[in-house]
């Protein structure tokens, strides 16, 4: 398997401007999360879905997040407007019996 | 709610030397626990993860873990570290129950000497 595919690995954008992150789970997986990270609060989860559908968005720092997921394959979290505070990195993971496992992250900078 | 604590923020070794990471976790119940790994600009890898039955686990690239359910501790080893071990390490909790959510530890750096 492929593992955990995220898409952009990079990303740097302007303030204001929307951002939309990409997340492949792997397959056979009924659980997605988004995670965030930064130096100086950690790993935070933000959401998660189980068979697609949102479980907990409480994580989910302001209006300007949103995420979906369409179908069991595919994931996106939204941020617009963007603002620097974002900058962080963005993990996607998913998981079948209990056991997550990551993809490689997007690195978002915004100016 | 679960909660997990890793008392070292940063661990200097040699090369060669024998490694222990700490972790501590807070759940009434039998946890599911979890080691990860990252490497500087990865992702978390997984190294090993404890549900239930033998409390030493083995995992990959040589780590073990011992669960210890009297200290609620479930530390990661390795008895001779590598260069390449040198990164982040993040010990996890679950409660194993519908949700599988997961709560991290704060994370040990480690940093390995030649």
């Known amino acids: 398997d492929a593992g955990v595919i995220q898409s952009p690995r990079h990303e740097v954008t302007e303030m204001g401007q929307e951002v939309t992150l990409r997340c492949k789970p792997i397959?056979?997986?009924?659980?997605l999360f988004w995670y965030r990270q930064t130096m100086m609060r950690g790993l935070e989860l933000l959401i998660y879905?189980?068979?697609?559908?949102?479980?907990?968005d409480s994580g989910m720092p302001e209006d300007r997040f949103s995420a979906k997921m369409p179908n069991a394959s595919f994931s996106t979290l939204k941020i617009q407007p963007s603002e620097p505070r974002d900058s962080a990195v963005y993990f996607c993971?998913?998981?079948?019996?209990?056991?997550?496992?990551f993809g490689p992250g997007t690195r978002l900078l915004v100016l | 709610a679960q909660s997990v604590t890793q008392p070292d923020i940063h661990i200097t070794v040699s090369e060669g030397a024998s490694l222990e990471l700490r972790c501590n976790y807070s759940?009434?119940?039998?946890?599911?626990l979890f080691w990860y790994v990252q490497s500087p600009g990865q992702g978390l890898q997984l190294l090993l993860k404890?549900?239930?039955?033998?409390?030493l686990v083995q995992g990959i690239k040589g780590f073990e873990a011992e669960f210890k359910r009297s200290q609620s501790s479930f530390n990661l080893r390795k008895p001779s570290v590598h260069w390449s071990d040198a990164a982040e390490y993040f010990c996890?909790?679950?409660?194993?129950?519908?949700?599988?959510?997961?709560?991290f530890g704060a994370g040990t750096t480690v940093t390995v000497r030649a």
């Open positions: 996890a909790v679950g409660t194993g129950s519908n949700d599988y959510k997961l709560s």
């Open positions: 397959s056979g997986h009924d659980y």
């Open positions: 993971a998913s998981s079948r019996e209990g056991t997550q496992y």
């Open positions: 879905f189980n068979n697609n559908v949102p479980i907990d």
């Open positions: 404890y549900f239930s039955g033998d409390t």
């Open positions: 759940y009434g119940a039998t946890p599911y």
